[in-house]
């Protein structure tokens, strides 16, 4: 039966209306007055767009909020941004009421406009704007929220999310990320906050000066403690804006031969090289890993686009280069984190959708180990004496003493310590993790997560695999566990596990598996972890066919 084209009722037709009479955008008032007239016409496409811009509102969650840069409230645009920050100015001001606040962004689409829009309602708001000066890391963000002592951070940024987006993300005053309830606190006054245009905007926020950069970078450097110097290094930053950053937190830590790829060195919103620009997408890294070649590099580094996220790519024996998972590079980080420090009782963290490895790492090295839920928010409040966390999507935390989120710069220098240390030993990165698998256990991951393009067919297939779980996974049987405060659910076996949850961030149903084996020693560690690989690509079979819709 053929579906009946979409209709403008009155009702969708005074809405945008409304909306555009209070929007404070002139391109954005044309966007729609344009789709408007469209869909006046009678353009099914055309209403059908206006619809979807005009059914609902950015939520606001504990990753702030994210979503295509467009017209209407369904969507990233300067009054969005108006109406976001006036919520969270009065939910501030019930806590620190004039209070400094610090407001960063990176290089995409509308975030230079959304920083100056955000300040300008803060400063009409009482509070001392701060804005860093010029497009930044997040994790430059994050270290100046806590070391000016402010009560919030925002970085406009939507991470490593496809080109057409932007987004809005908030630390507090302890520089971490927000936990509910602050969340739903924020958006109960987003909701009450007037129209855009009746929001108050000054004209009082002052630029920072290089200072804060450098006192970052700076505390950066002091990562590199082996005294081990001699490493080429091949770098991007995938279009977004680490470049510069990552290369002069190299050299303030003494790694000079630092070569950029130069098709993805500069900031580029439209992210032209790669399909999505993040580091875990197939494809994202075959520049990277061809100029780690060419160079004879010693180690190959990825950030995403606001370079919170680090991988890293080594040589294979047989001379390939192939990037480390977000998992080895998570426990092969964090033992060498353990073995330097120089704390009393220290803790290390990861989720409970890791690798199992770090925690036999850590209780090895006499150290404790937390898990949490998903997302830094949680890690860095895992608990007192925190040295180190990770988390397989690639976030590294080696310095949460001065940044409380993951930080790829600082991931970037850590690795090349080791790199370095391990190179003047005549090891690689690789053959510490042998090392440690040998040791400690096999420990394999990997992930599948389609992408869905109606959220309603995501849902439902999360409901299907809740519904009716499997018995059996890889040839394994497993048990089913509801994992009711991460949203998520647990299937384990023999050696194998896998936790299916949808992402908060992207509109994908994520599976994440691990297969595991007792520790082999070194003569037979290739055999099992063949073993181990070979399970794994059953495993992701078995998963992948379950989440098909």
Same mark, same amino acid.
């Given at each position: 039966?053929?579906?009946?084209?979409?209709?403008?009722?009155?009702?969708?037709?005074?809405?945008?209306?409304?909306?555009?009479?209070?929007?404070?955008?002139?391109?954005?008032?044309?966007?729609?007055?344009?789709?408007?007239?469209?869909?006046?016409?009678?353009?099914?496409?055309?209403?059908?767009?206006?619809?979807?811009?005009?059914?609902?509102?950015?939520?606001?969650?504990?990753?702030?909020?994210?979503?295509? %840069? &467009?017209?209407? /409230?369904?969507?990233?645009? =300067?009054? $969005?941004?108006?109406?976001? !920050?006036?919520? #969270?100015? *009065?939910?501030?001001?019930?806590?620190?009421?004039?209070?400094?606040?610090?407001?960063?962004?990176?290089?995409?689409?509308?975030?230079?406009?959304?920083?100056?829009?955000?300040?300008?309602?803060?400063?009409?708001?009482?509070?001392? %704007? &701060?804005?860093? /000066?010029?497009?930044?890391? =997040?994790? $430059?963000?994050?270290?100046? !929220?806590?070391? #000016?002592? *402010?009560?919030?951070?925002?970085?406009?940024?939507?991470?490593?999310?496809?080109?057409?987006?932007?987004?809005?993300?908030?630390?507090?005053?302890?520089?971490?990320?927000?936990?509910?309830?602050?969340?739903?606190?924020?958006?109960?006054?987003?909701?009450?906050?007037?129209?855009?245009?009746?929001?108050?905007?000054?004209?009082?926020?002052?630029? #920072?000066?290089?200072?804060?950069?450098?006192?970052?970078?700076?505390?950066?450097?002091?990562?590199?403690?082996?005294?081990?110097?001699?490493?080429?290094?091949?770098?991007?930053?995938?279009?977004?804006?680490?470049?510069?950053?990552?290369?002069?937190?190299?050299?303030?830590?003494?790694?000079?031969?630092?070569?950029?790829?130069?098709?993805?060195?500069?900031?580029?919103?439209?992210?032209?090289?790669?399909?999505?620009?993040?580091?875990?997408?197939?494809?994202?890294?075959?520049?990277?890993?061809?100029?780690?070649?060419?160079?004879?590099?010693?180690?190959?580094?990825?950030?995403?686009?606001?370079?919170?996220?680090?991988?890293?790519?080594?040589?294979?024996?047989?001379?390939?280069?192939?990037?480390?998972?977000?998992?080895?590079?998570?426990?092969?980080?964090?033992?060498?984190?353990?073995?330097?420090?120089?704390?009393?009782?220290?803790?290390?963290?990861?989720?409970?959708?890791?690798?199992?490895?770090?925690?036999?790492?850590?209780?090895?090295?006499?150290?404790?180990?937390?898990?949490?839920?998903?997302?830094?928010?949680?890690?860095?409040?895992?608990?007192?004496?925190?040295?180190?966390?990770?988390?397989?999507?690639?976030?590294?935390?080696?310095?949460?003493?001065?940044?409380?989120?993951?930080?790829?710069?600082?991931?970037?220098?850590?690795?090349?310590?080791?790199?370095?240390?391990?190179?003047?030993?005549?090891?690689?990165?690789?053959?510490?993790?042998?090392?440690?698998?040998?040791?400690?256990?096999?420990?394999?991951?990997?992930?599948?997560?389609?992408?869905?393009?109606?959220?309603?067919?995501?849902?439902?297939?999360?409901?299907?695999?809740?519904?009716?779980?499997?018995?059996?996974?890889?040839?394994?049987?497993?048990?089913?566990?509801?994992?009711?405060?991460?949203?998520?659910?647990?299937?384990?076996?023999?050696?194998?596990?896998?936790?299916?949850?949808?992402?908060?961030?992207?509109?994908?149903?994520?599976?994440?598996?691990?297969?595991?084996?007792?520790?082999?020693?070194?003569?037979?560690?290739?055999?099992?972890?063949?073993?181990?690989?070979?399970?794994?690509?059953?495993?992701?079979?078995?998963?992948?066919?379950?989440?098909?819709?």
């Amino acid at each position: 039966m053929q579906q009946k084209p979409p209709r403008l009722t009155p009702e969708l037709r005074d809405m945008t209306f409304r909306w555009i009479a209070d929007d404070v955008d002139d391109d954005s008032r044309a966007e729609l007055q344009n789709l408007l007239a469209r869909a006046m016409a009678g353009d099914p496409d055309a209403t059908s767009e206006l619809d979807d811009r005009m059914s609902g509102t950015l939520t606001f969650g504990t990753a702030g909020i994210r979503g295509p %840069v &467009r017209a209407g /409230p369904n969507g990233m645009n =300067t009054a $969005v941004v108006v109406r976001t !920050t006036a919520g #969270l100015a *009065a939910w501030l001001a019930k806590r620190s009421p004039g209070g400094t606040v610090v407001v960063g962004r990176d290089a995409r689409h509308g975030s230079e406009r959304f920083a100056e829009a955000a300040a300008e309602v803060l400063d009409a708001a009482g509070f001392d %704007v &701060r804005v860093l /000066p010029r497009p930044l890391p =997040t994790p $430059v963000l994050a270290y100046a !929220t806590l070391s #000016l002592g *402010a009560c919030a951070g925002i970085q406009i940024t939507a991470s490593h999310n496809p080109p057409a987006d932007n987004g809005y993300k908030v630390f507090d005053h302890t520089g971490i990320q927000i936990i509910p309830p602050a969340d739903s606190e924020i958006e109960a006054e987003i909701a009450s906050a007037p129209a855009a245009v009746a929001v108050p905007r000054g004209r009082g926020a002052r630029t #920072l000066d290089d200072e804060v950069l450098d006192g970052y970078l700076d505390r950066v450097a002091t990562l590199a403690t082996s005294g081990a110097k001699e490493l080429r290094v091949a770098v991007t930053p995938l279009h977004g804006v680490g470049g510069p950053v990552v290369v002069e937190a190299l050299r303030r830590a003494g790694f000079s031969d630092v070569h950029l790829v130069e098709a993805q060195a500069e900031p580029d919103p439209g992210f032209p090289t790669v399909a999505f620009p993040n580091p875990e997408e197939p494809g994202a890294t075959d520049l990277l890993l061809h100029l780690a070649e060419d160079i004879d590099a010693d180690l190959a580094v990825a950030l995403d686009p606001d370079a919170d996220r680090c991988a890293v790519g080594a040589r294979e024996r047989d001379g390939s280069w192939r990037m480390v998972t977000g998992d080895e590079a998570g426990v092969l980080l964090g033992d060498r984190l353990l073995a330097r420090t120089d704390d009393g009782d220290p803790l290390v963290a990861t989720t409970i959708v890791s690798s199992s490895l770090l925690a036999e790492v850590a209780r090895a090295r006499g150290a404790r180990h937390a898990r949490t839920l998903t997302g830094f928010k949680w890690l860095m409040r895992a608990g007192d004496g925190l040295v180190y966390a990770y988390e397989e999507a690639l976030g590294l935390c080696v310095n949460p003493d001065f940044v409380k989120d993951k930080d790829g710069i600082a991931a970037a220098v850590f690795a090349a310590d080791v790199a370095a240390e391990a190179k003047s030993q005549g090891r690689t990165l690789l053959d510490l993790l042998d090392e440690l698998m040998a040791t400690h256990g096999v420990s394999v991951t990997g992930q599948v997560a389609p992408r869905f393009a109606d959220l309603a067919e995501r849902a439902a297939v999360m409901e299907r695999v809740r519904t009716t779980p499997p018995t059996t996974l890889a040839g394994v049987p497993v048990t089913t566990e509801e994992l009711r405060e991460a949203d998520a659910l647990k299937l384990t076996g023999d050696q194998i596990r896998v936790i299916v949850r949808l992402s908060g961030t992207e509109p994908k149903v994520k599976a994440y598996l691990e297969v595991t084996a007792p520790a082999p020693g070194p003569e037979g560690l290739a055999t099992a972890r063949d073993a181990a690989m070979e399970k794994l690509t059953a495993l992701r079979e078995d998963v992948a066919a379950l989440l098909s819709s």
